[in-house]
């Protein structure tokens, strides 16, 4: 016994760690926490990023300048924790300028959007000698989506699912297709398989993430984004399917049809809109105008109950008068949008509008920026008075870290609301009264 005993000492004492910082969206998230399955399974340790650590993993974001910026103030305060640490800088930034960031001295690897699955073996190729690795290859040419499947689950709220790889739309301003490349989507089965696996522990919420799930299945050409969602509205166990961000053009008749017939499905559709104004959004490349951006608003406040519309706007785009900026603001008035998430345009090299004559200043975007997110505040503030007093499913998520004895979580179509109660109610759904405004979110009272 004391030998077995000691032999198990002597592993935790060995246990190397690993530490993860993750930027931008809900895909990176996901795949932190795939690649975090990878290193838990060859036996290290998950620790705070703050903390010592032999291995530090930067999921990075390119959407911005100040992405990438966050990016390198993130690997130079991992070795300045650990001088002696392996830097590994994977994702979007190091996918499209993997050059520069391995002129950073701090890093050892560059890893970018694909072969994740190998990091294990990079690492131990360092630790054998190797200096530095770049890894980044040709996104463009990739035609398979890689399985990067969460296998340790330390949550039991919501848990984000990725659906699809790439993106083929090129936005005149964007850079992620040339970060994620073309178009994969994952197979339906693999899918069907982790919701199953999700709901076995204990997940009751499941959003479907990617980098444009609206073109889910275009490469199968056996599937498509309704067919998965009413795949999983089948699973037993799962209460709630969320969308990611998706595209107006997906909101049709037939969408909106098959959704109000599947209570699972959130009220809340997440369409990005950038610019609500044609002049400005022929010039971004989008595929749609604002009268069918309206039209696909229309059919969703027809079909679905409760429906929640949110957005993503972006003010100061290369060539935006003041009167197509009013046009877009007003736009957004007229929809009533319950959120906006408003963007500042930041040129990106390698991207088509990084090019464009009449770049605004960065004092006027700035101006334009608190104008619409002053009109966000307003109709986030009506679309909650229209909830008062009314009981709501909530599905509970965490405990306020501001506000003892207090527990937070979501409605359907994610109105955030907190309500007395402790970290037992963590995962649970909840009938609950919302009673009054508090900010950006409600204060409920369970029943």
């Not at 949550?155 to 699809?164: G, M, P, V, W």
């Not at 089965?189 to 993430?209: H, M, P, R, Y």
């Not at 998520?397 to 007395?420: C, P, W």
Request: charged share 25%; aromatic share 8%; net charge neutral.
């Amino acid at each position: 016994m004391d030998g077995k005993h000691n032999e198990m000492r002597n592993k935790e004492i060995i246990m190397k760690t690993v530490a993860f910082y993750t930027l931008g969206c809900k895909v990176n998230q996901y795949e932190s926490e795939a690649v975090s399955s990878l290193f838990e399974q060859e036996g290290y340790e998950i620790v705070p990023f703050e903390q010592s650590s032999d291995v530090y993993i930067i999921n990075t974001c390119t959407v911005t300048n100040l992405s990438d910026r966050k990016s390198r103030q993130a690997i130079r305060k991992a070795k300045k924790i650990n001088p002696n640490s392996i830097v590994v800088v994977m994702g979007c930034y190091a996918q499209t300028s993997s050059d520069d960031v391995l002129k950073i001295p701090e890093v050892n690897l560059v890893i970018g959007t694909k072969d994740r699955n190998k990091i294990i073996e990079y690492i131990s190729r360092i630790e054998a000698g190797e200096c530095r690795i770049n890894a980044v290859d040709n996104i463009m040419s990739s035609r398979n989506f890689e399985e990067l499947k969460v296998s340790s689950y330390k949550e039991r709220t919501r848990a984000y699912l990725k659906i699809q790889e790439g993106c083929s739309q090129f936005c005149s301003y964007c850079i992620i297709p040339y970060a994620r490349g073309p178009i994969r989507s994952r197979q339906p089965e693999a899918i069907i398989q982790e919701v199953k696996d999700l709901s076995e522990n204990g997940f009751l919420e499941i959003v479907l993430t990617g980098i444009h799930i609206a073109s889910y299945g275009r490469d199968l050409k056996t599937t498509n984004l309704l067919d998965i969602i009413q795949r999983i509205n089948k699973i037993e166990g799962i209460k709630r399917i969320r969308l990611g961000s998706i595209e107006p053009t997906t909101i049709t008749e037939e969408f909106v049809n098959a959704a109000n017939n599947m209570p699972k499905l959130c009220p809340h559709y997440h369409l990005s809109l950038q610019s609500g104004c044609d002049k400005t959004l022929k010039a971004m490349n989008r595929k749609y105008t604002t009268d069918e951006y309206r039209n696909s608003v229309l059919l969703l406040k027809k079909y679905i109950p409760d429906v929640a519309i949110t957005t993503d706007i972006m003010v100061g785009f290369p060539g935006e008068t003041e009167e197509d900026f009013k046009t877009s603001l007003n736009f957004a008035q007229e929809i009533a949008f319950s959120k906006i998430h408003v963007f500042k345009y930041s040129p990106r090299k390698g991207t088509p509008a990084a090019e464009y004559e009449n770049q605004i200043k960065p004092e006027e975007k700035e101006k334009r920026s608190q104008l619409m997110l002053a009109l966000s505040d307003n109709l986030e503030k009506q679309y909650f008075q229209s909830y008062i007093g009314r009981e709501m499913e909530v599905l509970y998520e965490q405990e306020l870290h501001d506000k003892v004895g207090y527990i937070e979580g979501l409605t359907k179509n994610y109105i955030r609301v907190m309500s007395k109660g402790s970290i037992e109610l963590k995962g649970s759904l909840k009938a609950t009264k919302l009673e009054k405004i508090e900010g950006s979110l409600f204060q409920g009272n369970i029943i």
